[in-house]
């Protein structure tokens, strides 16, 4: 045999040996290597064809990816919506499922694992299911019962929502029914009286409770009801969550009913600042069972100072925190204030823009960190119920 030929023919053993030998002991060929190197710098999106549902309406979602190799693709939502593949290339994939004929908001991930063994990667979007995109909220004021009309004078027409504050269960529903004359929605914050968070929980007041769903029952308007709200550093989480898990089918009934109920937290758990709450930090007030029986979760938001973060962030944060979580009914804004016009402006924006937002309050009397409005402040929240 010629010597070219035999050094071809050790060559072509030599790399037969090595390929067997990387093989067995789990050393990356090229291939490999080359998916590895995909895995790792894949990007995806996901997109749905539109943000908000209605029940038995076509869900379209887009998924594309720049993964090179062959993966499984995954499609799951916290609506638990069973989703199907209906066609598909190298890099892009249409999936759909039929809306449910639940509400809130909700987070569809599509997730993709490369064959090779290389990391997964996912891509997610939100959508809303049971609302419609072009509602607002309902925009009306909090102040005290003494100031009320000549503050309801000072914004001018057009309030469509009151906060009521009551100290204990059995206190006159006379401002509610004010409000309902007014053609005001109530938006009531009970304290319990003479009950610890615990013993609610644990049924003590049940019978003030069903006492109460009755007179509010028989308004002449829809009501929503919160038990003490802006819970942080008055007690147990867990015994708050508690009693809003139990009291609030008492109060409200059946979801969607005449009487609406959920609760009002502190705003600031949804800054995007270090003093804002994680997502398990919610949940620790917040749980499933809080959100299962709450037509809206709601929260107060305020600024503190000129400089200081305003309420806009923190109601976006509301917002992609109900998607992320799934089940989210509503939204609300017990009060929000501002210390300049564009605080104002840019709250009232967030709650004509966000469809999640069911009603919100500006917080309009001097007190704690806020002050009546007046000037500049006055005059966007003017605008702002002008245009509404």
Not at 1 to 13: C, D, F, G
Not at 98 to 126: E, L
Not at 194 to 207: L, T
Not at 279 to 306: F, K, N
């Amino acid at each position: 045999m010629h010597l070219p030929m035999i050094r071809k023919s050790l060559a072509a053993v030599a790399a037969v040996l090595v390929a067997s030998f990387a093989a067995g002991c789990g050393v990356p060929m090229d291939e490999d290597i080359g998916e590895a190197e995909s895995a790792a710098t894949a990007t995806a999106t996901a997109k749905l064809d539109r943000e908000v549902y209605q029940a038995g309406q076509t869900m379209t979602l887009t998924v594309t990816e720049t993964y090179v190799g062959t993966r499984v693709t995954k499609i799951v939502d916290t609506g638990g919506h069973t989703w199907t593949k209906k066609s598909g290339d190298a890099s892009t994939m249409i999936w759909t499922a039929v809306a449910g004929s639940g509400k809130g908001a909700f987070t569809v991930t599509a997730t993709i694992t490369p064959s090779s063994g290389a990391p997964a990667f996912s891509a997610s979007d939100t959508f809303t299911l049971g609302t419609t995109a072009t509602k607002k909220a309902l925009l009306g004021m909090s102040a005290p019962a003494d100031t009320w009309d000549q503050r309801v004078r000072e914004v001018g027409p057009g309030l469509e929502a009151r906060r009521i504050f009551y100290t204990s269960f059995g206190d006159s529903l006379r401002l509610a029914e004010r409000a309902c004359a007014d053609g005001m929605y109530p938006v009531l914050s009970y304290k319990t009286g003479g009950y610890s968070w615990a013993q609610v929980a644990a049924g003590n007041a049940d019978a003030e409770l069903r006492a109460l769903a009755t007179r509010l029952n028989a308004l002449p308007c829809d009501s929503f009801v919160a038990i003490h709200h802006e819970p942080a550093k008055d007690g147990a989480a867990r015994d708050w969550a508690a009693m809003q898990a139990h009291a609030l089918p008492i109060l409200g009934g059946a979801i969607g009913g005449k009487v609406k109920v959920g609760v009002i937290a502190n705003g600031w758990w949804w800054s995007p600042t270090n003093q804002g709450y994680t997502d398990a930090e919610i949940a620790e007030y917040i749980p499933r069972a809080v959100i299962d029986v709450s037509d809206v979760i709601a929260a107060d938001t305020y600024q503190t100072c000129e400089t200081c973060e305003e309420p806009l962030p923190k109601m976006k944060g509301m917002a992609a925190w109900a998607r992320r979580v799934g089940g989210v009914r509503a939204l609300g804004v017990g009060e929000f204030n501002g210390f300049t016009a564009a605080s104002i402006t840019n709250a009232t924006k967030t709650l004509a823009e966000e469809p999640l937002f069911a009603w919100g309050c500006v917080w309009n009397s001097t007190g704690g960190i806020a002050t009546v409005l007046t000037g500049a402040r006055l005059e966007a929240f003017r605008t702002a119920l002008a245009n509404w």
